[in-house]
């Protein structure tokens, strides 16, 4: 039998595991969103806070992600920062199975320079430059107000972040995605920042 340790015991219940957060915390999100008009989710996520910009240099290639659904957009923080001048990356994988890379987005309006990448989200082209970004905005599912972070299971952005220590990370998230506590690993990265549509978690 299954011994949930000391803090489950006292609880008299098994601590739940990261998966068993992800599946809770998906569900509480799906509910969030699909509760929200779809002509305010439009307004949502539009600018960047003005704080936050001050973690932005003048010359700063930013990574961005195409957003999933229910995941925050990240959509109209490309377009606002691509017309402030700065350069700008998005995720890519080469197949499901492969490690994730950063590729120069030279279209945030049109996506006219991306396709459809193995998980089903809009990538840049197998032809557009590899680019390591500066400030990274990132997806997740869960987040505390010190940063920590869980996301999808791959470990992607973790790896990723791991590699390119020192790397401005922020995570864009709705409200309903802060929990008190996340179970830590040694390979989990703290984010720099979280973004709400309230409010400003950080810099941390």
């Given at each position: 039998m299954h011994d949930p340790?000391?803090?489950?015991?006292?609880?008299?219940?098994?601590?739940?595991?990261?998966n068993q957060i992800r599946t809770r915390l998906r569900g509480e999100r799906r509910a969030h969103v699909q509760a929200i008009p779809a002509a305010m989710r439009a307004l949502i996520f539009h600018r960047p806070p003005a704080?936050?910009?001050?973690?932005?240099?003048?010359?700063?290639?930013?990574?961005?992600y195409a957003a999933g659904p229910f995941e925050a957009p990240a959509a109209s923080y490309a377009k606002f920062f691509f017309e402030a001048g700065h350069a700008l990356a998005l995720p890519r994988f080469a197949t499901r199975n492969a490690g994730m890379e950063f590729a120069h987005h030279e279209d945030p309006f049109e996506e006219s320079d991306c396709e459809v990448g193995p998980f089903g989200l809009m990538q840049p082209l197998s032809g557009a430059e590899t680019v390591?970004?500066?400030?990274?905005?990132?997806?997740?599912?869960g987040f505390t107000d010190t940063g920590a972070r869980i996301g999808q299971g791959?470990?992607?952005?973790?790896?990723w972040l791991a590699e390119h220590p020192g790397t401005v990370a922020i995570?864009?998230?709705?409200?309903?995605?802060?929990?008190?506590?996340l179970p830590l690993e040694p390979h989990d990265v703290p984010l720099t920042a979280v973004v709400t549509p309230t409010r400003l978690y950080g810099p941390f």
């Open positions: 340790g000391p803090a489950g015991r006292r609880q008299g219940r098994r601590v739940p595991d990261k704080p936050l910009l001050d973690l932005v240099p003048d010359d700063a290639t930013i990574g961005l390591t970004p500066d400030l990274l905005f990132v997806p997740l599912i791959g470990g992607h952005y973790d790896r995570g864009l998230a709705w409200d309903v995605q802060k929990v008190d506590a």
